[in-house]
């Protein structure tokens, strides 16, 4: 099974809203991450945990807050987003990072700032 | 500067009409390259890692090649349901991440 599960599916949100996504996968991966994807662009990568911890931050703005409990589930807090941040949010994950191994992606939550 | 390069942008082809997806790249040392397919509003669906030049994997009506510069992507006799963008991605051998290096993408449309 290589399947990672998201939530929402969709999410329509205030610029003065919070709001977290989803992510859980069992594959027993121990690399997890969190892209954006604009229409027609090829996904960018923002953060990547490697056995629980934050490994790679992509200069994201601080509005954007994530969240990895356990080796199983990944989180993205939203605070005070602005209007550019909607786009399509993936979550990843891959067998231990260092190593070529592929990253199995989400469905996505498609996230609209109002 | 690592970078990867897909052409063309786009392609249409009729049912049955083979082609090929072209992905260059320039990396200071290939770990790995990814193909990906992923249809519209949905996350990208693994379909091949190669690791090394000469090397080929083949999947239904998809095949992909590696040499040290490009690789490509070749769809026989294709049908509607395989139109999709295809994204290329690689792994630089230097740094210790799992960071990936996107091209733009092809987006394929097959008509019947």
């Known amino acids: 099974d290589t399947e990672v599960t998201q939530t929402p599916k969709h999410l329509v949100m205030g610029m003065t809203n919070k709001k977290s996504l989803k992510c859980e996968q069992h594959m027993g991966h121990r690399a997890m991450y969190w892209y954006k994807q604009k229409a027609k662009k090829p996904p960018e990568l923002m953060f990547v945990y490697s056995y629980e911890k934050l490994s790679i931050n992509e200069s994201v703005p601080s509005r954007f807050s994530p969240e990895c409990p356990n080796s199983s589930l990944l989180n993205l807090h939203l605070h005070a987003l602005q209007p550019e941040d909607s786009a399509l949010y993936l979550c990843?994950?891959?067998?231990?990072?260092?190593?070529?191994?592929?990253?199995?992606f989400g469905p996505g939550t498609r996230l609209t700032v109002t | 500067e690592d970078q990867v390069t897909q052409s063309p942008e786009a392609l249409r082809l009729q049912e049955g009409e083979s082609s090929s997806l072209n992905c260059s790249y320039t990396?200071?040392?290939?770990?790995?390259l990814f193909w990906y397919r992923q249809d519209p509003g949905k996350g990208p669906e693994f379909l091949f890692t190669l690791y090394s030049a000469g090397e080929e994997k083949e999947k239904e009506r998809l095949k992909a090649t590696l040499t040290k510069k490009e690789s490509f992507l070749h769809i026989t006799a294709p049908k509607p349901e395989d139109s999709a963008t295809y994204l290329c991605a690689v792994q630089p051998l230097t740094g210790n991440t799992g960071k990936l290096i996107f091209g733009q993408g092809t987006t394929l449309q097959v008509k019947p």
């Open positions: 990396v200071s040392g290939l770990r790995g």
């Open positions: 990843a994950s891959s067998q231990i990072w260092g190593l070529t191994y592929e990253q199995y």
